[in-house]
């Protein structure tokens, strides 16, 4: 073999962003991630405008039927989370509680986490619409500004103090 000459093992390459945003991948909630969920925090006065996801789980559970909780992970690590569920009754589907983590926002995982929840949504697992409904706080204008770029549109229905917007696919 060759020899060392000393030092520390050559570390890996670091990731470039670029790298990270093309491996965006959702995977569902379950035993092996769930812990990794609730430690994923809102940056300050964020919680006006989303669930913790450890409350969209105990929602997830109860719309069990109906419903698929996923973590967002960029290369590997958990950085966000969503939940995507269907209304049987509109036949309709909804996103849920889009979240990134307070220490990754700014990146670019949020709009990769929707494009990949609207990729899951175009499969249509729980039933045949092609209707994607949200809410959206008006004062929230960073989620906003990403749901116009990705084409939803304001339906003019309110669900408390939140805009409801909708998407054809």
Not at 24 to 44: G, T, Y
Not at 67 to 92: H, K, L, N, S, W
């Amino acid at each position: 073999g060759t020899a060392r000459t000393g030092g520390p093992p050559p570390a890996d390459p670091p990731q470039r962003m670029e790298d990270l945003l093309n491996n965006i991948a959702l995977r569902q909630i379950d035993e092996s991630n769930f812990l990794d969920c609730f430690a994923l925090e809102l940056a300050a006065g964020q919680e006006k405008f989303v669930s913790s996801p450890i409350r969209s789980l105990a929602q997830a559970y109860v719309y069990r039927n109906q419903c698929t909780p996923f973590g967002v992970f960029a290369g590997g690590r958990m950085v966000g989370y969503v939940m995507v569920i269907y209304d049987f009754d509109e036949q309709t589907y909804n996103i849920w509680h889009l979240m990134i983590d307070r220490r990754f926002q700014g990146r670019g995982y949020g709009k990769r986490a929707l494009d990949e929840a609207l990729r899951y949504i175009r499969a249509r697992p729980f039933g045949a619409s092609g209707t994607v409904l949200l809410t959206c706080s008006p004062e929230n204008e960073i989620a906003l500004r990403l749901y116009r770029r990705a084409g939803f549109t304001e339906t003019g229905r309110s669900d408390g103090d939140e805009i409801e917007w909708s998407l054809q696919l």
